[in-house]
């Protein structure tokens, strides 16, 4: 069939017995005959051949395989990294207890400061490595009220926070780990419960501290973009192992309620004080969400401007920083000028951005003449490819050094 040859109404008889329309086109149209269907719910499907309506959901298949997908993913990427984590931080803090008797086990205060610091390192280092595995897959959650706190700010939607919940099954299935693959036939050491001397209400402010310490250190390290947000893992794993070396020997440090979860379902004993180590962490995860909420609406970034650049943005100090650089490491005072020296150096910053704005028109258009030509193979497509990251090389040698230093490199077609 040519390209312009119009197709009976008959041929597509199957089309049009599943809610679809024909084109209006000609056989004079440049573009050919085509069929159009329109994904009405509402019609049912007869064909007399039996076949499948293409208009149906398909939950497996193209196309709607590819939006559950990502989520599938990323429950079962939460699941197994919560497994492995707890499995692996759990482990630890049982085989640090291993040495102690009977007579011991009455009281956590005859914790030793090796096996704190042990179960403190324990839960700690897994943390930052599972994390840091699974931070291109889920973000390396694998805590409820991380989740929580998440959905709070935005960063997650409700489908997403409702899917990262399964790490509570996680928490399940590392416990299940730790009873199965150790010899004593028991988790009673890695549970979490109020120690003597402590009652509730200072078991739920220690573990309402120390879980708004781990989220702030989550939504200021991973959520908030900087240049060392990919070592946000190991900032995160640190805050925990020092919540651990704290909170270990006076509740058993639940800041993670899927931690604590996991090890009650698998011994089945729920102890009568387990409400606090939910209520504790969400509460306090909330209350971590309104201070940074409370940090964002006051713009801390413009605190301390160049925190993450090379070089400093002097016409964004206030005057007596600017005049002691220039003394003292002899900076070039160019914000001294009457033009960029009013409050907080706004003429400054209008500047930065108006060479932001041209550096990025400058990146568009080559990316633009470049995605404009026909893709070469072979040695053409590479000798391209060099002669735009040249160009790109260009703009930047070509642009300020407060620009240079803010910039993300290059934008090459994607």
């Known amino acids: 069939m040519s390209m312009t040859e119009t197709t009976p109404a008959h041929t597509n008889r199957g089309a049009q017995g599943t809610g679809g329309r024909l084109s209006t086109e000609t056989a004079s149209s440049p573009r050919r005959h085509r069929v159009y269907f329109s994904f009405n719910r509402s019609h049912k499907h007869h064909d007399p051949f039996g076949r499948p309506d293409p208009n149906r959901r398909r939950y497996f298949g193209k196309p709607s395989f590819s939006g559950f997908r990502p989520h599938f993913m990323a429950g079962l990427g939460e699941f197994i990294g919560t497994t492995m984590f707890l499995f692996l931080a759990e482990g630890g803090a049982k085989t640090a207890q291993l040495t102690k008797t009977a007579a011991q086990d009455q009281t956590a205060t005859q914790l030793s400061n090796e096996q704190i610091m042990f179960i403190a390192f324990s839960f700690g280092m897994s943390l930052l490595v599972t994390a840091w595995m699974f931070y291109r897959i889920t973000g390396g959650l694998f805590n ?208 930065f951005d108006k060479e932001q704005k041209e550096l990025f028109e400058k990146r568009e258009e080559i990316r633009r003449e470049m995605m404009d030509k026909p893709v070469f193979e072979g040695h053409a497509n590479e000798a391209a490819m060099g002669r735009m990251s040249e160009k790109c090389v260009d703009v930047m040698s070509t642009s300020s050094g407060s620009t240079t230093a803010h910039s993300n490199g290059p934008i090459l077609p994607q």
């Open 144 to 351: 409820p009220a991380i989740t929580i706190a998440l959905w709070l700010v935005g960063v997650l939607t409700t489908r997403q926070a409702v899917i990262l919940f399964i790490s509570i099954l996680g928490g399940i299935a590392g416990a299940a780990l730790v009873l199965g693959l150790t010899p004593s036939n028991s988790v009673q050491q890695v549970t979490t419960t109020l120690q003597l001397g402590i009652n509730i209400t200072q078991g739920f402010l220690i573990g309402m501290l120390l879980t708004s310490i781990l989220v702030f250190s989550v939504l200021m390290l991973a959520v908030e973009k900087h240049r060392a947000t990919y070592l946000a893992p190991v900032g995160i794993g640190l805050t925990l192992m020092a919540a651990h070396l704290v909170g270990a020997v006076w509740t058993g440090c639940g800041p993670n309620p899927a931690r604590s979860f996991g090890p009650a379902v698998v011994a089945g004993q729920f102890n009568s004080d387990h409400w606090v180590y939910w209520t504790a962490p969400v509460v306090e995860g909330s209350l971590a969400v309104c201070y940074h909420t409370l940090l964002k609406k006051l713009r801390y970034s413009s605190v301390v401007l160049d925190q993450d650049s090379d070089t400093e943005i002097t016409g964004l100090k206030p005057m007596h920083v600017r005049l002691w650089n220039f003394i003292r490491h002899g900076e070039k005072p160019s914000a001294l000028n009457p033009e960029s020296s009013t409050h907080y150096g706004k003429k400054a910053r209008d500047h």
